[in-house]
C-alpha cells in the first residue's frame, strides 16, 4: 500500500493539508481508487465502513479541476442532507488550495438563498436529489458543463427511492463526464446503473477480515426491558465516553430516552427526522462542538453522519438488520481510530441477536450493566454468513477533538477487562468533566 498521498499523483499541497488534520497515509480504498481517478477511468467502488471513500474521489477530482473555468465542473449527489454537509466541509478544507468554490444544496434550507449562492456558480456542488432538481428546473444551476460525476451511497439512493432522480442527474451531465459510484452494497439495480451510465468502469471492492470494523469492541449486556434506561445511564457512567450515539428505533423512544437522560444530568439531545432543519443543525452543531456528550438518534436521522470524536455507540434497541448494525457502530472507530459499541439486549431481542451475531461471524461478549465482562462469557465464532455490510462513504478529517493526531491515543482497559475508558471524572454536566482521549 502506498505511504503517503504523493505516490499516488497528488500534489504536496494536499498532503499538507492533510497531514494537518492527521492524515498522512492513504487507505486502501484511496490507494485503489485514486490513481484510476485520476486517469479519468469511471470507477465502481464498493468499501467497509470507515475507510475514507470521501477522499477517494475527492482528492482525484480537485487535481482535475479548472477551477478559473466559469462553470460548475464536478457534482456529488448524496442521500441526505447531512451527508451533503459533511462532504461539503470536508472537500472546502481542501478546495482552498486550488482556490475553487464548493457549495451544499439540499431540502429544508431557504431556496432563495441557495440561489444567491449558486450565482457565484461554484465549480463543485454537493447535494441532495429532489433539492438539485429544483434547482435545475428553475434555471439556477446548470450541469451540462459537469465532467466529473459522484454518487455516493448509491444503495441507500435505491433504498430511499431517489434511483430515479440519480439517473435524470446522470443523464443531465455531460456525456463526456467522469462517473464515479460508491456503495457499501451491489444490489442489482445499482449494477444496472452502472451498466447504462458508466463506461467501462474499473469494479474495486475493499473488504475487511470481517464484516465489522476490527477497531470498535462490540459488546451486549441484557436488561430487562423496564431497566433499559437504568442500564444506559449505568453504562455511560462507567465509559465515560468524551461524544456518544445512542440508537433508538423511533423517534418517540429517542425523545423518551433523552428527557430521562437529562433528568440522570448528561448532557444530551435527540435527533430525528421530525425536527426542522434548522433545529436538527443545532443539535449537530452542538455534538460536534462537544457541548452536548451524548446523541440520541434514529437510524435516518444519522444516516451518514461522520463526527469527530465519537468515542462509543449505544444501540439501545437492537437494529432490524445486520446493515443497520454495522452503519451505526461505525460511527466510531473511524479511519483506522479505535472505538466501542454496545448493544442493550431484552429476553426478546435474543433472538434477533443471535441473527446478527452469525451473520457478523462473531459473538459478542456479554457484559454487565456496569461494562465488566461477565465470568461465563468468552468470544466465539459464529458460522459466517454472505452479508452485505453498510458502510459510510467519508473520510474524517482526524478522529478526536483538539487532540494531536501524532500522539500515541492508546487506551487503557477499565476493570481490567480491556475495556477503553476515556477518563477519571464524571460524564453528567459539562464537556469539560468528561472524558476526553488523550
Known sequence: MASDFISLG??????????????????PVQTQSIPLLLAGRDVVAQA?????????????????LEPKRPFTQALIVTPTRELAVQIAKETAQLASVVEAGVQAIY????????????????????????????????????????RMLVVDEADEMLRRGFLEEVETLIALASPKRQTMLFSATMPQPIRELSERYMSKPEQLR????????????????????SEKTKTLSKLLAHYRPYLAIVFCS???????????LKEEGFDSDA????????????????????????????????????????????????????????????????AGESGVAVTLVTTRDK????????????????RDAEGGLLASQVIKKAPAKSAGSRKDSSGSFGKYRNSDSSKNRSQTGGRGQGTPRYASAS????????????
Not at 125 to 143: F, I, N, Q
Not at 250 to 260: D, Q
Not at 427 to 438: C, D, E, H, M, V
Open 271 to 334: 435527533l430525528h427526522g421530525e425536527l426542522s432543519q434548522a433545529k436538527r443543525e443545532h443539535v449537530l452543531k452542538r455534538f460536534r462542538e462537544a457541548k452536548l456528550q451524548v446523541l440520541v438518534a434514529t437510524d435516518l436521522a444519522a444516516r451518514g453522519l461522520d463526527i469527530e470524536g465519537v468515542t462509543h455507540v449505544f444501540n439501545y434497541d437492537v437494529p432490524q438488520d445486520v446493515e443497520w448494525y454495522i452503519h451505526r457502530i461505525g460511527r466510531t472507530g473511524r
Open 48 to 64: 467497509q465502513t470507515g475507510t475514507g471513500k470521501t477522499l477517494a474521489f475527492v482528492l482525484p477530482i480537485l487535481e482535475r
Open 351 to 366: 433472538i434477533r441477536l443471535a441473527k446478527l451475531e452469525s451473520k457478523i461471524g462473531m459473538k459478542l461478549p456479554r
Open 107 to 146: 431540502g429544508g434550507q431557504d431556496i432563495d438563498r441557495q440561489n444567491r449562492k449558486l450565482e457565484q456558480i461554484p465549480t463543485i456542488v454537493v447535494g441532495t436529489p429532489g433539492r438539485l432538481l429544483d434547482h435545475v428546473k428553475r434555471g439556477t444551476l446548470s450541469l451540462s458543463g459537469v
Open 206 to 225: 475493499v473488504a475487511g477480515k470481517q464484516v465489522t470494523v476490527a477497531e470498535i469492541e462490540q459488546a451486549a449486556v441484557e436488561t430487562p426491558e
Open 250 to 260: 423511533s423517534k418517540g423512544r429517542a425523545n423518551a430516552v433523552n428527557e430521562a
Open 10 to 27: 497528488i500534489r504536496p499541497e494536499f498532503q499538507k493539508t492533510l497531514a494537518l488534520h492527521g492524515i498522512n497515509e492513504p487507505t
Open 427 to 438: 460524564p453528567r454536566r459539562s464537556p469539560s468533566g468528561r472524558g476526553k482521549p488523550k
